[in-house]
C-alpha cells in the first residue's frame, strides 16, 4: 500500500521489511538526515561517510583524472605547435631563396 504525502513531497511505502519496493529509495523510514539529530551512533557516522564517498568519490576521481589528463594533451599541443611554426618559419625562408635564384 503506497500513498503520496503532497506536504512533504514524497513518496513514503508501508512494505514491511525484507519485501522488494519499487520505491525503495523514497521510504521514509530508511532515509539517514544528517541535520535535525543531536546524537548519533558510530554506525550511522560510518554509513554516511561510506555513502558519501562511494556516491561522490569517484565522481570526483574521474574529474581530477581528466583535468590531469586535459593538462597534459594542452602542453603537448603547445608543444607541437611550435614545432609546427618553427617548420613553416624554415619552409618560408626556403621558398624566399628560390625566389630569389628564380629572379622573381
Avoid at 513514503?12 to 544528517?34: D, F, K, M, Q, V
Avoid at 543531536?38 to 568519490?57: A, C, D, P, Y
Avoid at 586535459?70 to 625562408?93: C, G, P
Wanted: proline fraction near 4%.
Amino acid at each position: 500500500m503506497m500513498y503520496n504525502d503532497t506536504r512533504a513531497g514524497m513518496r513514503l511505502s508501508t512494505h514491511p521489511e525484507g519485501e522488494p519496493n519499487p520505491c525503495a529509495g523514497y521510504e521514509h523510514s530508511r532515509l539517514i538526515y544528517i541535520s535535525g539529530r543531536k546524537e548519533r551512533n558510530m554506525e550511522e557516522v560510518v554509513q554516511i561517510v561510506t555513502n558519501l564517498i562511494s556516491n561522490v568519490g569517484f565522481p570526483i576521481a574521474c574529474v581530477v583524472a581528466m583535468f590531469y589528463m586535459q593538462n597534459k594533451e594542452r602542453e603537448a599541443h603547445k608543444a607541437e605547435s611550435a614545432a609546427w611554426v618553427e617548420a613553416l618559419n624554415r619552409n618560408t625562408d626556403v621558398m624566399q631563396k628560390v625566389l630569389e635564384k628564380l629572379g622573381v
